[in-house]
């Protein structure tokens, strides 16, 4: 079983930042993907970015301006976010495949408007 905990969300102008934060609740090794998705409104949801090992593994819509980071020793999935648009609003999700398993986050709302 594995619990993963987001924060870093909120509301932020065209052409900002923020920077999404996952921490799981025991250690996962790098072997396993660990990532995040998204889910704009009225949309399904959609992978962002996710790593595995040393490979990253992210959408064309996000390239360029999201970077991951991954701490396996701090058991911590990072996800920063720089020059966002508004079609970036939705709610990101931290996600992890563990021993057969999906695991999801409780997600945190990501609003880019002027």
């Known amino acids: 079983q594995v619990q993963l905990w987001e924060s870093g969300g909120g509301l932020v102008q065209p052409g900002g930042s923020l920077r999404l934060s996952c921490t799981a609740s025991?250690?996962?090794?790098?072997?396993?993907?660990v990532g995040w998705y998204r889910q704009p409104p009225g949309k399904g949801r959609e992978l962002v970015a996710i790593?595995?090992?040393?490979?990253?593994n992210s959408a064309n819509s996000v390239k360029g301006r999201f970077t991951i980071s991954r701490d396996n020793a701090k058991s911590t999935v990072d996800l920063q976010l720089d020059n966002l648009k508004p079609e970036d609003t939705a709610i990101y999700y931290c996600?992890?495949?563990?021993?057969?398993?999906?695991?999801w986050g409780q997600g945190t709302q990501v609003t880019v408007s002027s």
């Open positions: 996600y992890s495949h563990f021993q057969n398993r999906d695991f």
């Open positions: 025991r250690t996962i090794g790098s072997s396993y993907p």
């Open positions: 790593v595995t090992g040393d490979n990253i």
